[in-house]
């Protein structure tokens, strides 16, 4: 009963992260939405961008406090929290970098906006392969 207990415990503290998570990238979303359906030029293009990945200082605070709910060796017990958000963040990412250079994310350059690492050896907490490749095809 006390590991039930536990594990409940563990899970609501993830979810409740994770809430965190989904409005700030509902957020961010919302600034590309409500500015780029406008045809905007290049300056603004540009300002959008900033303040996008000024919103994402508060996004890597945020996988810190997720980072630290889960068990150390089990982040794949737990990753169906946070996998869709994960692939939203991508695809953020994604349209960011494109918009800034016409160039497509790489892996690294999505980890350290993210404030996570690239590779599950690193620290455990990383970004899934399956995350990245998926989240730029579907999050629209």
């Known amino acids: 009963m006390e590991y039930?207990?536990?594990?409940?415990?563990?899970?609501?503290?993830?979810?409740?992260?994770?809430?965190?998570?989904?409005?700030?990238?509902?957020?961010i979303l919302a600034v590309f939405t409500s500015s780029t359906t406008q045809s905007p030029g290049?300056?603004?293009?540009?300002?959008?961008?900033?303040?996008?990945r000024q919103m994402l200082a508060v996004v890597k605070s945020q996988y810190v406090k997720l980072v630290e709910k889960i068990p150390a060796g089990q982040y794949y017990r737990f990753c169906d929290h946070w996998r869709f958000?994960?692939?939203?963040?991508?695809?953020?990412?994604?349209?960011?970098?494109?918009?800034e250079s016409d160039q497509l994310i790489t892996r690294p350059e999505l980890a350290e906006m993210l404030g996570v690492q690239v590779e599950r050896s690193s620290d455990g907490?990383?970004?899934?392969?399956?995350?990245?490749?998926?989240?730029?095809?579907?999050?629209?």
């Open 42 to 52: 290049p300056e603004a293009v540009k300002k959008i961008c900033a303040k996008s």
């Open 4 to 27: 039930l207990s536990n594990d409940q415990e563990i899970r609501e503290g993830i979810k409740t992260v994770t809430r965190d998570l989904e409005q700030s990238a509902r957020e």
């Open 125 to 140: 907490f990383h970004v899934d392969l399956d995350d990245f490749l998926t989240g730029p095809s579907s999050s629209c």
């Open 85 to 99: 958000v994960g692939q939203r963040f991508a695809f953020l990412g994604a349209f960011i970098v494109y918009l």
